[in-house]
């Protein structure tokens, strides 16, 4: 698909993405960003123009490009749809961008938008620039050695500044329960226990 063009929707649906095909739908879309386009924008109007794919896990997630235009210009947004509810994500791209990892930071993520519960839709600012893949791909080995040194540096302010989500077990500790389930394993005499 040539840059700028916009795609059309999958020949076959993903049964796995059951809200693919509103959140695809210009109309139906709309009515959904509207909300966004009149708090950020100070917009009274908006319409959608076209999508774009940007990846698509099937079964999974399927990520695409929103053109839009408002009373106050043209916008382009990121949307993914996921094929379960996905507030977490929603939620957890938030507290990360409130705790410094914002677009002042040099170190930075797109910022979270919204969460569209019935189409399960993220919607996030779309970030212009080259993304790593590409040079990892095709850049020289200084651009290369630079996106690498880059890419370890905002994951290790990620380590630092991100709010710890889920059960957080020390590491003696989950070596002492690999190590007690070891024993119980080679105590029972399962062949090849003690290998």
Known sequence: MASGEYSQPPAEWDPDLPTLRAALDP???????FPIASSRWRSRRLKVIGTRLLNWHKGSRYTFEITATTDTGWHNLIGKVYSRESFD???????IWQVGLDRDSEFAIPEPLAYVPPLRLLLQEKVVGKLAKEVFLAGSPAERAEAAARCGHWLMWFQTLAPQQGKVMKVRKLLRRCEARLRQIVDAGVPFANK
């Open 89 to 95: 994500v929603f939620d957890a791209m938030k507290k």
């Open 27 to 33: 109309v139906e879309l709309s009515k959904y960003l």
